[in-house]
């Protein structure tokens, strides 16, 4: 199988600690033994950080962003360096140039690559743009939702759901401010437009990735 997992910076750099992204590599190096794997590393903390102080410096919301990607990306660098050998050198600026570094059989994982979007719509679009079988999106949270659990107790799991019920559920959470998405509009509307099977899990347990590829975990499908 082709297989995208996205990775949020919130889990896979929420303490920036050495063993924690040899955690999220060992299992990425297994299941590449037998799928050719891309890996999207988002920003976390680090990227918001740097960004709310560039945001009270002034600077255009554009520039902002151009910030969150050179996180992304170093997040992207430390897995690569726990990847060793196994990774392709670099995070790729682009989609093509991650697709001609998969054909060197090496495990592709790069962070953001333009502005006005997070590391989820890149996801989608790779996933769309290389023909993934599967699109994995490992987060803070363990699976879609409702509405956002964290401020609504009455909130309840999808199992299951269609792309168009995901696009549904993102519109109304993005509308109001603050709120917290499971993953961005752009992404649900690529996953909607392609039809790529995506599981939304609780990645801060990186073995749930590895469960997810073998069809046994507790996130939500969206699928057709
Ligand atoms: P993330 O994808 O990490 O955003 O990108 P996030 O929603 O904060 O994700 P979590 O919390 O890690 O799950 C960090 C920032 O980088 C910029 C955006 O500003 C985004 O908020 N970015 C990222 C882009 O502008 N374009 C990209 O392609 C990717």
Same mark, same amino acid.
């Given at each position: 199988?082709?297989?995208?997992?996205?990775? =949020?910076?919130?889990?896979?750099?929420?303490?920036?600690?050495?063993?924690?992204?040899?955690? %999220?590599?060992?299992?990425?190096? %297994?299941?590449?033994?037998?799928?050719?794997?891309?890996?999207?590393?988002?920003?976390?903390?680090?990227?918001?950080? %740097?960004?709310?102080?560039?945001?009270?410096?002034?600077?255009?919301?554009?520039?902002?962003?151009?910030? =969150? +990607?050179?996180?992304?990306?170093?997040?992207?660098?430390?897995? +690569?360096?726990?990847?060793?050998?196994?990774?392709?050198?670099?995070?790729?600026?682009?989609?093509?140039?991650?697709?001609?570094? /998969?054909?060197?059989?090496?495990? #592709?994982?790069?962070?953001?690559?333009?502005?006005? $979007?997070?590391?989820?719509? #890149?996801?989608?679009?790779?996933?769309?743009?290389?023909?993934?079988?599967?699109?994995?999106?490992?987060?803070?949270?363990?699976?879609?939702?409702?509405?956002?659990?964290?401020?609504?107790?009455?909130? +309840?799991?999808?199992?299951?759901?269609?792309?168009? $019920?995901?696009?549904? +559920?993102?519109?109304?959470?993005?509308?109001?401010?603050?709120?917290? /998405?499971?993953?961005?509009?752009?992404?649900?509307?690529?996953?909607?437009?392609?039809?790529?099977?995506?599981?939304?899990?609780?990645?801060?347990?990186?073995?749930?990735?590895?469960?997810?590829?073998?069809?046994?975990?507790?996130?939500?499908?969206?699928?057709?």
């Amino acid at each position: 199988m082709k297989i995208v997992v996205s990775i =949020g910076g919130s889990v896979l750099a929420r303490d920036l600690k050495p063993l924690n992204f040899k955690n %999220y590599a060992d299992v990425i190096r %297994y299941i590449s033994k037998k799928n050719i794997v891309f890996i999207v590393t988002g920003g976390g903390k680090a990227a918001r950080e %740097y960004i709310s102080v560039a945001r009270e410096l002034g600077t255009d919301e554009a520039t902002c962003d151009l910030i =969150g +990607i050179e996180l992304t990306r170093l997040n992207a660098r430390l897995l +690569i360096a726990a990847l060793g050998e196994d990774a392709y050198f670099e995070p790729p600026l682009n989609y093509t140039e991650a697709k001609r570094a /998969s054909l060197m059989g090496k495990i #592709v994982v790069m962070g953001g690559v333009t502005p006005g $979007q997070t590391t989820d719509a #890149v996801s989608a679009v790779l996933a769309e743009y290389i023909g993934a079988d599967l699109l994995i999106n490992a987060t803070s949270i363990d699976g879609v939702y409702t509405s956002d659990p964290k401020k609504n107790k009455d909130a +309840i799991k999808f199992e299951k759901m269609t792309p168009e $019920q995901l696009v549904e +559920i993102v519109m109304k959470t993005e509308m109001k401010a603050g709120a917290n /998405s499971p993953v961005d509009l752009l992404a649900a509307k690529i996953i909607e437009r392609s039809n790529i099977e995506t599981i939304v899990l609780n990645g801060e347990i990186p073995r749930n990735i590895l469960e997810a590829v073998n069809g046994k975990h507790k996130g939500t499908v969206i699928k057709k």
